[in-house]
């Protein structure tokens, strides 16, 4: 009672919580920590959830909670590096590893509608039927909404003035302007994408979209900076048991955003067989 008493008088609460990664969505925490997150938030309404798990996990109390922040495994300066951030000392501009569902149905090997792919497959077969959609690939050719697609830090960023040229060695230099809307400084990740082709070869499968190049850059609160993502000739290519890396040629959307959920801006290309045009 004692406990309750001091949590409730406390500006915030700060939960550490934790997993080996043995466990997914389908299974609590382990300890009964789910339980004492919820508990601790029912007593205090500023509860921060402070995560060391290597995978996504359920979040029952997820409404519940002001904020959560997953610092994965840190090692032994994990503490120091959430206090500052807790502090508002460091703008966290990590971003998360992999793509956080919003439970387990909408991960590859538990979707009920392809039993296929699970561990047990069919008649003690598993069957890859997904292909190259796995990752965010999934999510984005099956028209699923993950719970967190990428990750946030403690500003926003707008992206504009898409710009595509092709590059010396054949590739695209896409450049996009990188606006820092918020009131700190912070970090960016902006991603280019490739659509798949409108001419696709035959026996050939492309993702929806297909992460084709990333670039961090730091700007400060109200300015702007110019970034550009460089693709590489290889990433416009799809391998052919009869011809090797062979270019993927047609028109395909070049698309530009802060993660495959968010990808704002959007530009067609042309590649033939000798290069890229816009």
């Known amino acids: 009672m004692c406990l309750a008493r001091q949590l409730?008088?406390?500006?915030?609460a700060v939960v550490f919580a934790w997993n080996t990664g043995g466990g997914d969505l389908s299974t609590a925490l382990p300890d009964d920590q789910d339980q004492l997150i919820a508990d601790v938030a029912a007593v205090n309404r500023n509860t921060i959830v402070v995560l060391q798990t290597n995978q996504p996990i359920a979040l029952p109390w997820l409404d519940k909670v002001k904020a959560v922040l997953n610092t994965y495994y840190g090692g032994d300066q994990t503490g120091v590096a959430a206090a500052q951030i807790l502090l508002g000392k460091v703008n966290p501009s990590?971003?998360?590893?992999?793509?956080?569902?919003?439970d387990i149905s909408q991960?590859?090997?538990?979707?009920?509608?392809?039993?296929?792919?699970?561990?047990?497959?069919?008649?003690?077969?598993?069957t890859y039927s997904e292909g190259v959609n796995i990752g965010y690939r999934h999510f984005e050719a099956n028209g699923l909404i993950p719970r967190y697609a990428f990750g946030l830090s403690y500003t926003t960023f707008r992206h504009s003035a898409l710009r595509i040229e092709?590059?010396?060695?054949?590739?695209?230099?896409?450049t996009v302007t990188v606006t820092?809307?918020?009131?700190?400084?912070g970090t960016d990740v902006v991603q280019a994408y490739l659509g798949a082709p409108d001419r696709t070869p035959s026996g050939v499968q492309?993702?929806?979209?297909?992460?084709a190049a990333y670039e961090r850059v730091t700007v400060k609160p109200g300015r702007s900076k110019r970034v550009t993502l460089h693709i590489a000739l290889r990433q416009l290519q799809y391998w052919s048991d009869k011809s090797g890396w062979t270019l993927a040629t047609g028109r395909r959307d070049v698309l530009v955003g802060a993660s495959a959920r968010d990808t704002a801006l959007r530009q067609q290309v042309r590649i033939t067989a000798g290069r890229a045009t816009h």
């Open 107 to 126: 991960e590859v090997a538990h979707d009920p509608a392809h039993p296929e792919r699970s561990s047990e497959g069919v008649d003690g077969v598993t």
């Open 166 to 174: 092709t590059a010396l060695d054949g590739g695209l230099d896409v």
């Open 94 to 102: 990590g971003r998360l590893p992999y793509t956080w569902p919003q």
């Open 8 to 12: 409730k008088k406390a500006t915030t």
């Open 206 to 211: 492309f993702a929806p979209k297909a992460l």
């Open 180 to 185: 820092n809307t918020g009131g700190v400084e």
